[in-house]
Every structure is written in structure tokens, then in C-alpha cells.
């Protein structure tokens, strides 16, 4: 939640104007995926469902529509992922387009911040393979 200056809550979904704004962050992620070598090989060659299953997971994760879960059930992101060696590099590279992606989208320092931050932590809590 983010306070507004008249001492509103609001969800960082409503803050950043809702599902369009993931959308589009996901849409420049997986432009850097695409292109680098590091990870591109971990993802199906087709991403079209990974765009659509990441939007739909930060679009509910951020307080937005629960389209996500309806579809296909608890997050449990670790597990998920757990078919994929991830190590310390897979996730500095995976964090650095994320990081670039977030950039792309100008969002305000609070927005930045609480995005930034999140990633980092989840990003990191994904390692499953030694360095
Ligand atoms: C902040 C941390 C992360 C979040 C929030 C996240 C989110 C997601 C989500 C929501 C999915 C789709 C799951 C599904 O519904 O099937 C996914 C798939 C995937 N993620 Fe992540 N992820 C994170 C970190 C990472 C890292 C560090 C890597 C390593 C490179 C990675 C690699 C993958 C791969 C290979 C897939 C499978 C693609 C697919 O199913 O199409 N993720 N991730």
C-alpha cells in the first residue's frame, strides 16, 4: 500500500494505473531475455504464456484482479521454478532486465523503490542451484 497525500491507501496497482503498466514492464523484461544468452535458453521458445503468466502474476500480486490464481491456482513461484537451474548469475541477469524494464517505464521514486526492492528479494529467495 501506498499513502497518498491526503492519507488515501492505495494499492501500487491503482498507483501506477493499473494492468496496462505490467504489461508493458513485462513486454520490455522479455525483450531482455530474448536477447541474452545467459538465460534465454531456461524459457520455452515461445514466450507468449511466460508474458502473459508474469503480467497476470505482478498484476495480483500488486493488489489488481486475481485473474492469475483463478487460472492457474496458488503462486508457489519457488516451487514453479524449481525445474529451472538458477544460480547467482541466472538471477543477477534476470534482475538486471528487470531493473532495465522498470527504468523504461518511468515510474515515480516511491513506485521505483517498492518495485526494485520486491524484485531483489524475490529474485534472490528463486536461487536454487549453487554459484
Ligand atoms: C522476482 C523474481 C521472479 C518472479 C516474480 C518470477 C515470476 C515468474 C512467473 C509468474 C512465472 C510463470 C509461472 C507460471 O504461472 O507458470 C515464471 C516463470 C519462469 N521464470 Fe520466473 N520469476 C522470478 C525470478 C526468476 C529468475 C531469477 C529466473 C532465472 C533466470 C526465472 C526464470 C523463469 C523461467 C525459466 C520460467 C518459465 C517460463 C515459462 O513457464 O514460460 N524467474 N516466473
Request: proline share 5%; aromatic share 12%.
Amino acid at each position: 500500500m501506498l499513502i497518498r497525500g491526503d492519507g488515501a491507501a492505495m494499492s501500487l496497482y491503482q498507483e501506477v494505473g493499473g494492468s496496462e503498466f505490467f504489461e508493458s514492464l513485462v513486454d520490455h523484461f522479455y525483450a531482455g531475455v530474448e536477447n541474452d544468452p545467459r538465460i534465454r535458453g531456461l524459457y520455452p521458445e515461445d514466450l507468449t504464456d511466460s508474458r502473459a503468466n508474469t503480467a497476470l502474476f505482478l498484476i495480483q500480486y500488486w493488489g489488481g484482479p486475481t485473474t492469475y490464481s483463478d487460472q492457474r491456482g496458488h503462486p508457489r513461484l519457488r516451487m514453479r521454478h524449481a525445474p529451472f537451474v538458477i544460480g547467482q548469475a541466472e538471477r543477477d541477469a534476470w534482475m538486471e532486465h528487470m531493473h532495465a524494464a522498470i527504468a523504461h517505464m518511468e515510474p515515480s521514486v516511491e513506485v521505483f523503490k517498492a518495485l526494485v526492492d520486491y524484485f531483489e528479494m524475490a529474485a534472490t529467495h528463486m536461487i536454487n542451484a549453487p554459484a
